[in-house]
């Protein structure tokens, strides 16, 4: 059967998805007292000093300016708003990374792609917050029960309010330390899902159908992301090996650049990319000023995705703490982007402002799984690799004539998996595993492992899906509506007006596509 006759396939399996995941909920919603599973966070370390004036604090009657908080101390007040609105403003930092990946994306690809590629930004942060709210997040933090465990499900989706509810407390550590907001903890979920969905929609531009993408971006979103980050940063198995991943190196960038991987290969080449005979042909994008922002604006957001992962920000040491995060994952970023850059010299024998961009993202994934605990050198260090890996694994994928128009793959999975290892090999906090600390030798077999583990997970799922969809014939688009562009074969539209599109810019003698390949 084909199934490219029926355009609105995808849309109903989204609500076939979102019915089951409701239906399965309909005892968990008959529970009021029900608790939404809280994402797992290191102790918040609270100085001698604070301590006192909390006791004292919480001796003393309590003021008649703050009734609706009338069971909470001003140091509990004080610590749950402050831990709960920065961490909604890393949240929105997160959430802003979405703009930066569709102007990066765009930059790099054929204008006549352009609407196709916005929408499958956009809808990989709105079909991400759904999944995530009724299936994800409850496969994420299945709570207690489910340690050390590979799967589990909390039972109950939506969020649960926390902030004195007909008498409820507010979230908190288990020496009783406020937390944050439940709400907060979502929103920032949430944006993490939604980044490792869109890391793929690059790898796949201009040939796949939007229909097959929405179905990829929910399984990723729905199961595939939410199982694996489970065993670490929901209690699970890994946890329990000591494994160490602070903001995702693994869990977000790896599971993301592993199944954009699986994409590309299933999809093949764009036409035009590679002739018979293997030689890369460059497919050029319409507009590096696009892409140069979109780096920018990912920067950015990355402010909000490593130093947000602190989670706890209250009090001096958590506020060293998320500053010096903030100073690794720069000093990485910066250090990425000027090896890659040399080295793209060397090998193209002119400097690719592309290859500079990849940097900057190859030190920041890099940097990702270790920045609350490597040194400055250490941050130097990543990121220098990261720039150099990137550059190599772009050329890599030239040779193996595996088409992946931004470099998806060599940014988020190879350096994806070199920021786990490199947590093993530079970091100073050795996990102390069934009451005795690892050497450092087991640190980095533990990390390898847990890395192997996580990128086999995503790869083999979404390998599957992908030769799943193709072999019903729903995965890629017709050569005729793929030389016509995805903005008119797709969506009836064009970005830009019609005259104007165009397949790419002629080149030069000796023009290096944006990918960094060499024109002959």
Not at 84 to 95: E, N
Not at 241 to 256: I, N, T
Not at 272 to 281: A, E, H, L, P, Q
Request: proline share 4%; aromatic share 10%; charged share 10%.
């Amino acid at each position: 059967m084909n199934w490219s006759k029926f355009p609105a396939f995808p849309a109903w399996l989204f609500v076939a998805a979102i019915g089951l995941s409701l239906i399965s909920s309909s005892y968990a919603s008959a529970q009021e007292g029900t608790a939404a599973p809280i994402a797992t966070a290191e102790a918040v370390v609270v100085e001698t000093a604070e301590v006192a004036a909390a006791e004292s604090t919480a001796a003393a009657p309590v003021s008649e300016e703050v009734p609706a908080e009338a069971g909470l101390s001003l140091e509990d007040n004080t610590t749950y708003t402050i831990n709960t609105l920065i961490m909604f403003l890393c949240a929105v930092l997160v959430m802003f990374m979405q703009a930066g990946f569709a102007m990066l994306e765009v930059g790099l690809n054929a204008a006549k792609n352009t609407v196709n590629i916005l929408f499958k930004n956009v809808m990989d942060l709105c079909v991400g917050v759904l999944l995530f709210l009724f299936i994800g997040y409850g496969l994420m933090y299945p709570g207690d029960a489910f340690k050390g465990k590979w799967f589990g499900y909390a039972g109950a989706p939506l969020v649960s309010a926390d902030s004195q509810v007909a008498g409820a407390d507010i979230p908190r550590f288990e020496d009783g330390t406020p937390k944050w907001s439940n709400s907060a903890d979502f929103l920032f979920q949430v944006a993490f899902a939604a980044t490792a969905a869109t890391i793929v929609s690059g790898a796949v531009a201009g040939r796949m159908k939007f229909g097959a993408y929405l179905v990829y971006s929910a399984v990723i979103s729905g199961l595939i992301y939410p199982i694996s980050g489970m065993w670490k940063w929901g209690g699970g198995a890994l946890a329990q090996w000591g494994f160490a991943d602070f903001a995702g190196s693994v869990l977000v960038h790896a599971v993301g650049g592993f199944a954009g991987l699986a994409g590309a290969i299933a999809l093949g080449a764009r036409l035009g990319r590679f002739t018979k005979d293997g030689k890369s042909i460059p497919l050029p994008g319409h507009n590096i000023a696009f892409a140069a922002l979109g780096v920018f604006v990912l920067w950015v957001g990355w402010y909000g995705f490593n130093p947000g992962s602190q989670l706890a920000y209250f009090g001096a040491s958590n506020a060293e703490a998320t500053t010096y995060i903030a100073l690794t994952t720069t000093i990485a970023a910066a250090t990425g982007a000027v090896v890659a850059m040399i080295v793209a010299w060397s090998l193209f024998k002119k400097p690719d402002v592309t290859m500079a961009l990849n940097g900057v993202l190859a030190g920041l994934v890099g940097i990702t799984a270790n920045c609350d605990q490597v040194s400055q050198v250490g941050a130097l260090v990543i990121g220098g690799v990261a720039g150099a890996l990137v550059v190599m694994g772009i050329v890599l994928l030239d040779k193996l004539r595996i088409d992946d128009p931004v470099g998806a793959f060599p940014v988020h999975g190879m350096c994806g998996v070199w920021g786990g290892i490199a947590t093993g090999l530079l970091g100073t906090k050795l996990p102390v595993v069934d009451g005795l600390e690892l050497t450092r030798l087991q640190y980095i077999q533990v990390q390898a492992l847990s890395t192997a583990i996580v990128c086999i997970w995503s790869f083999g799922t979404m390998i599957c899906l992908f030769y799943a969809l193709k072999a019903v014939g729903f995965l890629r688009v017709s050569p005729e509506h793929e030389q016509a562009g995805l903005d008119v074969s797709e969506h009836g539209m064009h970005a830009y007006p019609a005259h104007l599109v165009t397949d790419s810019y002629s080149s030069a003698p000796g023009h290096r596509s944006l990918t960094g390949s060499p024109k002959a």
